[in-house]
């Protein structure tokens, strides 16, 4: 079972995930890059649902992603603008938040995910960028970090399947 994900901080505003998986790194960049996978695994905290999963997956391409608290009704997400992809290894990404009824202005980040082959998996490592250090702290407030870690397990599981 891998272990969850370590997050630092590096420099003055950039957030660094890393998280590895007991996978081949082309499932683990097919769960990134497909929305049918992407709805299944990137959920957070029980309970959430994203119910809008658009995407034009190539430079220059767009994204939309939205999700819903189905107790509560509250809903959030992420406009997105692909920058680069180098298919199974990278892509970066500058990405938007829209708090919708949630909260919060978080603004325009630069994410860049990078997949490396690990003996018997995969080491994934998020590097995201904001504008400035009160930014980042924000967005650290919201609990992101374990969120992408409660998505991350769930990504075990869709992995395990063998469905990516």
Not at 5 to 28: N, Q
Not at 80 to 93: I, N, Q, Y
Not at 147 to 159: I, K, P, R
Request: hydrophobic share 40%; with cysteine; glycine share 10%.
């Amino acid at each position: 079972m891998p272990l969850p994900a370590k997050v630092s901080i590096e420099g003055d505003a950039t957030v660094v995930v890393t998280r590895d998986f007991d996978a081949p790194r082309a499932a683990v960049w097919r769960a990134h890059s497909e929305p049918a996978l992407l709805k299944r695994w990137l959920l957070g905290p029980p309970g959430w649902e994203m119910h809008v999963c658009e995407m034009d997956f190539r430079p220059g391409g767009s994204y939309r992603w939205r999700w819903r608290n189905v107790d509560a009704g509250v809903e959030f997400g992420f406009d997105g603008e692909v920058l680069a992809l180098d298919p199974p290894a990278r892509m970066e990404e500058r990405q938007t938040y829209i708090p919708g009824t949630v909260g919060g202005e978080m603004g325009t980040c630069d994410n860049v995910l990078t997949l490396t082959e690990i003996d018997g998996g995969t080491r994934l490592v998020t590097r995201i960028s904001y504008a400035d250090r009160a930014t980042m702290e924000a967005a650290m407030a919201t609990g992101m970090t374990d969120g992408m870690e409660m998505s991350y397990a769930l990504l075990d599981g869709v992995l395990a399947d063998g469905d990516a």
